[in-house]
């Protein structure tokens, strides 16, 4: 079954303990990315990756790193949570780099920082 | 730079009844225009999409969407809904020459009454 696979699913940490969120999917996509979704603002990409070592920002960046290091695989890392990470997050995965193309997601993880 | 504005943060229907959602963009040329849906503890869903052509786009789940080009507009619709299309809806933006992809609006929360 073709799918986004984030883990975990829920995750409670303290303020500045180093987390990795893992993404992996199985569709050969090349194109790869992450939002948040915080109420009221939709989802805001994090990073974005349109191939294997290569990454680029989003539109909210700080406190957060990312690698490709694998086509499938693309984990989100907080290196120090703080309480204004606090969200849910999103991958996606697109075909290609074209921005007509459909994005698959992940089920989401939701992350609390304390 | 592309933005989204979805002006209805809550809507309530009733079972049976219409449903139109609105979206707006702002964006210099035609955009790639996107609805996605998300059920609650799930990730999004494509609905349906527009690149270009007909101006009536046909989705899944019985929903259509409108793209009007001078009114910016993208609005989602239903003839009837059902308790099961309660979910959040998220209109998005795709650009030519954007890497980010996709653009999000702040979605709209569907709630379906019996």
């Known amino acids: 079954e073709a799918q986004v696979t984030q883990n975990p699913r829920y995750l409670i940490t303290v303020t500045g303990k180093k987390l990795t969120v893992t993404c992996s999917q199985n569709?050969?996509?090349?194109?790869m990315s992450w939002y948040r979704q915080d109420p009221g603002l939709g989802l805001r990409q994090i990073y974005y990756?349109?191939?294997?070592?290569?990454?680029d920002k989003g539109d909210v960046p700080e406190g957060y790193k990312v690698s490709r290091k694998e086509k499938r695989n693309f984990p989100l890392i907080l290196e120090s949570p703080s309480p204004n990470q606090t969200s849910l997050y999103f991958c996606a995965s697109s075909k290609t780099t074209f921005q007509g193309t459909e994005a698959f997601f992940g089920q989401g993880t939701r992350l609390t920082v304390v | 730079a592309q933005s989204v504005t979805q002006p209805d943060i809550h809507i309530t229907v009733s079972e049976g009844a219409s449903l139109e959602l609105r979206c707006n963009y702002s964006?210099?040329?035609?955009?790639?225009l996107f609805w996605y849906v998300q059920s609650p503890g799930q990730g999004l869903q494509l609905l349906l999409k527009y690149f270009s052509g007909d101006t009536l786009v046909q989705g899944i789940k019985g929903f259509e969407a409108e793209f009007k080009r001078s009114q910016s507009s993208f609005n989602l619709r239903k003839p009837s809904v059902h308790w099961s299309d309660a979910a959040e809806y998220f209109c998005?933006?795709?650009?030519?020459?954007?890497?980010?992809?996709?653009?999000f609006g702040s979605g709209t929360q569907l709630t379906v009454l019996p």
């Open positions: 964006y210099g040329a035609t955009p790639y």
């Open positions: 569709m050969n996509h090349e194109y």
């Open positions: 998005a933006v795709g650009v030519i020459g954007s890497a980010r992809q996709l653009t």
């Open positions: 990756s349109m191939n294997v070592e290569v990454t």
